[in-house]
Every structure is written in structure tokens, then in C-alpha cells.
């Protein structure tokens, strides 16, 4: 099956997926995998469903207690560049710089000078990350609703640090997307016979408009 007749499946359903109060319909998805296939390991759902979807050309990455792994690793290097990239305003192009600012920009400026433009562009191309495919679809309000609904801070300060930042109870089990048809969705994989725990269904009432509805339900049928 060709990814682009796998994102024509899901994306009508996706769109008629509502929820209100205590009460979702969205899709369910099965996928049929063989005994061998499926293997002995104790997440071995998800990874069957995590592998359907990659070997078919999609992102695809489990959810973890960690924000150094998984999708959330994905979210937090979106939201939270390298200390040495400075935040920048669109609006600064069409002024003169300050003394000041040119020094807090200065390993910006410098990195891309000694690289040059071509290669950095290259540079985030073929990088291993798959942030800036998601970067190039997504709006700045998904990310920051995203991110909002996958971590919470456990730390004692003010300000999140990323060692303090873990995922939410209850979120999905894999993040999937696909940059060329700007599609992207959240999926709960359960076994036979399995249903949706009550973190599960709390993250959902909790995050649902932050999602935009777009949650499937994936039910591994092994044969």
C-alpha cells in the first residue's frame, strides 16, 4: 500500500472524528500482522504499529517517560532550539541591528558565515531529525498546543529545564506524520480485547481541541 493511498484513508475519517464532554467517536484502524512479525517484545503492539506505518514512508516514533526520546524528544527540539541559537523576530529583517543585538546574534551569524548559507540549508536537510519536515507544515499555534498537551513540568522552579519535563499520563502511544500531505495525528495502539485505561481518556477529554480531533485507535489483529 503507497503512502499517499493511506493518507487518502485517514484523512476523510480524521475529519469527522468529534468529541464533546465524555464522549469521542474517532477512527479505528486494524492492522493484521503475522505471529512472526510481531515478535516477543513487551511493547511489541505499538512497534508492530509503529513499523506498519514506517515501512509505508510515514514518521513514526513511540511515546516515552523521557523527553530525550521518542516523539517527545521531537516536540521539545521544536520548541527548544540549541542554547547557542538566539530567538529571533521575523520583524529584525527590516531594521537596522543594535550594537547589542548583533553581539547576543553573534554565534548565529558567525556559524552560518563560516558554513555558509547553501550548506546549512543542507545541513538541516540531512539531518537525522525529522523536525524540520514537521516544522514545514505545521503552524507555530499546533507546535505550542502539541507540546502543551504532551509534557508537564515536574521540577520545583519556574522556568521548565528539560531534565524536568516528562510526558503527560495518558498520552498516545505513537505521534505519526507525514510532511507531503500535511498530515499528522496521534494513535492509541491496543491488543485484542483491549480498551482505552481511564489516564487514556482523561488525556483525551483534556487535549482533544488541542489535537483537533486528530486521534486514531490502532487494533493489532495477530494472525
Known sequence: MQINEICSLIKPILS????????????????SISKI???SSAKKSEEAAMNFFRKNGFYADRTTMSPEKGY???????????????????????KDLSQERIIELACLIEYVKNLGI?????????SDSS????????????????????????GSDEEDTFHD??????TPDLFIFDAKESLWFFA???????SLKESQKRWLKNNWEKIRGNYILIEIDVI
Open 72 to 94: 517527545p524528544a521531537l516536540f521539545h527540539e521544536l520548541i527548544n532550539p540549541p542554547d547557542w541559537v538566539p530567538s529571533l523576530d521575523v520583524s529584525e529583517i527590516e
Open 131 to 154: 523536525a524540520p519536515d514537521l516544522a514545514n507544515f505545521m503552524t507555530k499555534h499546533d507546535f505550542y498546543n502539541l507540546y502543551d498537551a504532551i509534557f508537564f513540568y515536574s
Open 16 to 31: 469527522k472524528s468529534i468529541g464533546k464532554g465524555d464522549s469521542y467517536l474517532f477512527p479505528t484502524l486494524l492492522i
Open 37 to 39: 512479525q510481531f515478535g
Open 188 to 194: 492509541e495502539v491496543k491488543g485484542p480485547n483491549d
Open 165 to 170: 519535563l516528562l510526558p503527560v499520563p495518558g
Open 118 to 126: 547553501e550548506n546549512v540549508k543542507n545541513k538541516i536537510r540531512n
